[in-house]
């Protein structure tokens, strides 16, 4: 009896094993179908396990890849900037600095970045948590990721480049191929790493069209190297904001901010956060104008401007 028992016990094992063999040969076949192949073996050969990897892109929430066109030398909108400086904008950042005043004082506390930039980049970032984006955060970075997959890298190179490809142009399209690869493919990892660390659905998290999430807006690694238990809870959120400032603050210590720092110096840490110029303008100008021109006694390197009467 207990030698059947046995047999059947293995027996049954095998018949799980071959199950799960063919659910992941089923996912695997539905991923390739709808053009996630080459992603699924990327994520496989860096540790991912396959049947994981698979199934996620086989997901129906998660849409089939059409192809990624890519601008060679992508500019952002100063539009956007204009309006968040507007004086509607300046108030909404200091009511956001005045309803989260102990977290932002903590944060600066534990790390030395002033609580009013932390307070002008969640503003930013997030309108202060009200517009945290509905995307998925996977895909929006999944597709950056497919870049340089070679049969969109080839369209890419005959939509830029011409046909016969002109060889400057079609170097320039690799290079920009690699480079959002080189950028985003280490953050669709991080999504799978968050999703086992902390036991969630990858598919499960929302944020916005470029696959930040949060009040801070961070992408997975910078949440995984970056993200504190600001509140003491035992767990990272950056949808509370304890958390989300003390997040903030850690990237920007862990990126160089300290105090004393030159002009130049303070703009070299911020553009760790957004690559951007516009974006480094306006998060110092709120700043300065919902800090340090309020309270006249913040220390700060930059000379105070006389508001207009």
Known sequence: MRRLSIVTALACALLAASAVRAATSDDEAIAERRGWRWLVDKLAADGVPRAEAAAAFADPRLPAFDGLWFALAPRESSARYRQLRSPA?????????????????????????????????????????????????LHRLARLAMANEPANLARNVLDHAGDPPDPAIAATVRERAAYLERTFYPEVRGVFTMAERLHLDPLGMEGSGAGAFGFPQFLPTSYLRY???????????????????????????????????????????????????????????????????????????????RRAR
């Open 227 to 305: 993200g504190v238990d600001g509140n003491g809870d035992g767990r990272v959120s950056l949808y509370d904001m304890d958390d989300a400032a003390a997040s903030c603050a850690r990237f920007l210590a862990g990126n160089g901010w300290r105090a004393g720092l030159t002009l130049p110096e303070r703009r070299r840490v911020i553009w760790q956060y957004n690559r951007s110029d516009a974006y480094i303008d306006t998060v110092l100008a709120l700043h300065r104008q919902i800090e340090v021109e309020r309270n006249p006694r913040v220390a700060t390197n930059e000379p105070r401007r």
């Open 89 to 137: 904008s300046v108030r909404a950042a200091e009511r956001c600095r005045m309803r989260y005043a102990d977290a932002f004082r903590k944060a600066e506390a534990r790390e030395g970045v002033p609580a009013g930039l932390i307070a002008a980049i969640v503003h930013v970032e997030s309108s202060c948590g009200n517009a945290t984006g509905s995307s998925n955060v």
